[in-house]
Every structure is written in C-alpha cells, then in structure tokens.
C-alpha cells in the first residue's frame, strides 16, 4: 500500500510575533519571578489558541504555536538536550549593526535526546487544538555545531569532530522519531548554516579555527541524511535555510552556489525553505541542482524583515524567473524566514504579520489554482 506525505504548496517558516500577554508573562517569571511556571504556561497556552486560530482564519494549510514558548529559535532546543547546557556572558553575536543576547551553548557532556523534552509537550498542545496539519520547528543538526564555539566543546571525546557528528546523528534520529510518536508528521529542522558557509566572511571564521567550509558542508548534509533516513513514511522533513533574522537583520549574505548540490541532492530532505527576500541571496541558478521528483523549494520572495507588502505581479514575475531553473511544480510560496526568530520579534506590526500571511495564500491562488 502506497503511504502518502503531506507536500505543501503555500506555509511559513513558524515563528510569529509574540503576543503582549506573552511577553508580560515571561517578564513577571524570568526577571520579575513573580508567578510560577504554571502560570506562564497557561498564558502562553491562551496566546497560542489565539494565534492558531488567526492562521486558520487566513486559510494556511499547516499552523504552528509561533513558537512562543521560546526565547530563541534554537537555544531553547539545544539547551535541553543531554550534555548541553546555555551560558550567558558579556557579548552576543554579531547581526547588522546589533548584538545578540549573549547566551552560549556549550557541550560538557555525551549528547541525547531526552524522553521529556518539552517541545514534544508543545507539539502535543499544538496538535490538539488546531483542524489543520501541525508543524513544529526545531534546529537543525548542524546548528548544534556552528553555533558552539570549539572552545565551548569541553567534552573530551568530541574533540574528534567524526565522534561529536554521530552522536548529533544519533540524537536527532531519536528526536524525529520521538517527534513522530508524539503524533507529528510534519517535522521542521532549521539548518540555517548551510546558508553562513556561502558566506566569505564566516568560511573564514571556520578557517580560523581550522575548520573547512566544504567538508562541514559534506558532514552536515551527511548528518541531516542520516537523522532522517529512517522516518517513517508518511512523514515530511523540512529545512530552512537564511543568512539570520534578529530584530530585522542578518549575519550573513552570499549565493546558495556552495551549498545547493548537497542540501538538494544529499540531505533527503522534502521541503525547502529558502531565503531569497534581497541580493543578499544571490540568484536563483542554483535550484537548478533540485532534482526533478517529489521535492518541493518554498521560495521566500516575501519578506518578513519589513511590514511593506509585495505585489502578486512582482512575486509572479520572480516566479517566472524560477522556472528557467525548477519547474512550477516543485515550487511553493513561504516568507523567507519567521517573524520572529527571538523573542524579540522584527521591526514589524502585528497587521504586516497578518497581511503578509494573507499574501502567501493570495500568491497560491494566483499562481498554482
């Protein structure tokens, strides 16, 4: 019996303005600590009940909690994981012209991934209470590496990248099968790094530390393969790919040129998410390393770093500029990245976050029906 996977056409990368309540909420907890835990959730599980239904109500096809249970995009992923721990210090990382808060991971331990992780709970709390497909978000392999400084692996037997890379193989596959049993069968890892290493400044950074951009490329999509390769049948992998999204601005810029061949044709992936809002991003040659078949590229014309809206003839038209290299078929509409990667959110209203939703469902319409 053929088992059928759910192929978007039309999404968004997760990630929503936090809602006021929320951001109250985790004040009065974490600086304030003027209410328990139990009350933050049940804040957050209020917030979230409304933001699924403002997505249903624009007619989205896949919903998510906005993450608004997190602080960061990843760190809040990464930090309860067996052997991770987050350590806060003087200086973030460097966007455009701003810092990042300056919390750290760092590895003082064999990597797993916990049976109570609690974004397996926030799946669960999402799945229940929305009628159309739930899909989570979480870093992918390779942040798990890029982002802890070699200095900040201070367990011994990881000093050997090939050791560190598969017990990261073998966490993940635990998760995305956790993941699954836990009822999800639309999984989403962000892997924005495959972005960074197209970028001259961050291939030297690696360098610098004696790291080669080209193999890290080789191992991360080799790690991604190996998490996923397993997964049962009816349930989609997707990836996000950007150049970094803090507060509207970014870390990192060049053309996907690097990296296309093995996050297209090596990773197993189905469904990519790719920045492609500015220049930043280079041309659109290299899809043309997508391999004609059932995968999907979700082309990020739409932009969630400003509240001005793009017009459906402009997105038509670069549309059509993608199809000299992939055909309309693989091809869906997403924004390029969340709206709110941090806590913090992009410099945008809560009616550009609708309005530009709005527009990816409009762009379906207009394009694909």
Same mark, same amino acid.
């Given at each position: 019996?053929?088992?059928?996977?759910?192929?978007?056409?039309?999404?968004?990368?997760?990630?929503?303005?936090?809602?006021?309540?929320?951001?109250?909420?985790?004040?009065?907890?974490?600086? !304030?600590?003027?209410?328990?835990? &139990?009350?933050?959730?049940?804040?957050?599980? !209020?917030?979230?009940?409304?933001?699924?239904?403002?997505?249903?109500?624009?007619?989205?096809?896949?919903?998510? %909690?906005? !993450?608004?249970?997190?602080?960061?995009?990843?760190?809040?992923?990464?930090?309860?994981?067996?052997?991770?721990?987050?350590?806060?210090?003087?200086?973030?990382?460097?966007?455009?012209?701003?810092?990042?808060?300056?919390?750290?991971?760092?590895?003082?331990?064999?990597?797993?991934?916990?049976?109570?992780?609690?974004?397996?709970?926030?799946?669960?709390?999402? /799945?229940?209470?929305?009628?159309?497909?739930?899909? $989570?978000?979480?870093?992918?392999?390779?942040?798990?590496?890029?982002?802890?400084?070699?200095? %900040?692996?201070?367990?011994?037997?990881?000093?050997?990248?090939?050791?560190?890379?598969?017990?990261?193989?073998?966490?993940?596959?635990?998760?995305?099968?956790?993941?699954?049993?836990?009822?999800?069968?639309?999984?989403?890892?962000? %892997? $924005?790094?495959?972005?960074?290493?197209?970028?001259?400044?961050?291939?030297? /950074?690696? /360098?610098d530390v004696g790291q080669d951009s080209d193999y890290l490329i080789e191992?991360?999509?080799?790690?991604?393969?190996?998490? $996923?390769?397993?997964?049962?049948?009816?349930?989609?992998?997707? @990836?996000?790919?950007?150049?970094?999204?803090?507060?509207?601005?970014?870390?990192?810029?060049?053309?996907?040129? /690097?990296?296309?061949?093995?996050?297209?044709?090596?990773?197993?992936?189905?469904?990519?998410?790719?920045?492609?809002?500015?220049?930043?991003?280079?041309?659109?040659?290299?899809?043309?390393?997508?391999?004609?078949?059932?995968?999907?590229? @979700?082309?990020?014309?739409?932009?969630?770093?400003?509240?001005?809206?793009?017009?459906?003839?402009?997105?038509?038209?670069?549309?059509?500029?993608?199809?000299?290299?992939?055909?309309?078929?693989?091809?869906? $509409?997403?924004?390029?990245?969340?709206?709110?990667?941090? &806590?913090?959110?992009? &410099?945008?209203?809560?009616?550009?976050?609708?309005?530009?939703?709005?527009?990816? @469902? !409009?762009?379906?319409?207009?394009?694909?029906?």
């Amino acid at each position: 019996m053929t088992v059928s996977k759910f192929i978007p056409r039309s999404d968004h990368v997760g990630s929503l303005l936090r809602p006021a309540s929320v951001s109250r909420a985790r004040q009065k907890f974490f600086q !304030e600590k003027t209410i328990t835990s &139990e009350e933050l959730s049940k804040v957050e599980d !209020e917030a979230i009940l409304d933001l699924v239904k403002m997505q249903e109500s624009i007619g989205l096809h896949v919903v998510t %909690d906005g !993450e608004a249970r997190r602080s960061f995009w990843h760190y809040d992923f990464m930090g309860h994981l067996t052997g991770f721990n987050l350590e806060e210090r003087d200086n973030g990382v460097q966007f455009a012209g701003v810092k990042l808060r300056p919390i750290f991971p760092t590895i003082n331990g064999q990597l797993d991934f916990p049976t109570d992780h609690p974004m397996l709970g926030h799946f669960h709390y999402l /799945a229940q209470n929305s009628s159309v497909v739930p899909k $989570i978000s979480i870093p992918g392999p390779s942040c798990c590496h890029f982002r802890t400084d070699v200095n %900040d692996i201070r367990y011994a037997p990881y000093q050997d990248i090939e050791v560190l890379m598969a017990d990261l193989t073998k966490t993940y596959k635990k998760a995305v099968h956790a993941f699954y049993d836990a009822g999800c069968r639309y999984l989403q890892m962000d %892997d $924005i790094f495959f972005a960074y290493l197209c970028d001259p400044k961050h291939r030297q /950074a690696k /360098a610098d530390v004696g790291q080669d951009s080209d193999y890290l490329i080789e191992c991360y999509a080799k790690m991604m393969h190996d998490s $996923i390769k397993d997964r049962p049948a009816d349930m989609t992998i997707g @990836m996000h790919m950007c150049r970094g999204n803090f507060r509207s601005t970014y870390a990192a810029e060049g053309s996907y040129d /690097a990296v296309a061949d093995a996050v297209f044709n090596q990773t197993g992936v189905d469904v990519f998410f790719m920045e492609y809002d500015t220049d930043r991003a280079g041309d659109l040659s290299p899809l043309g390393n997508l391999s004609k078949g059932d995968q999907r590229v @979700m082309l990020g014309f739409i932009t969630t770093k400003s509240g001005g809206l793009e017009s459906i003839d402009d997105l038509k038209l670069q549309f059509d500029k993608a199809a000299k290299y992939v055909d309309y078929e693989q091809m869906g $509409i997403a924004p390029q990245c969340g709206f709110a990667s941090t &806590e913090e959110g992009n &410099e945008i209203t809560n009616d550009d976050q609708k309005r530009k939703l709005e527009l990816v @469902m !409009e762009c379906e319409q207009a394009i694909w029906s």
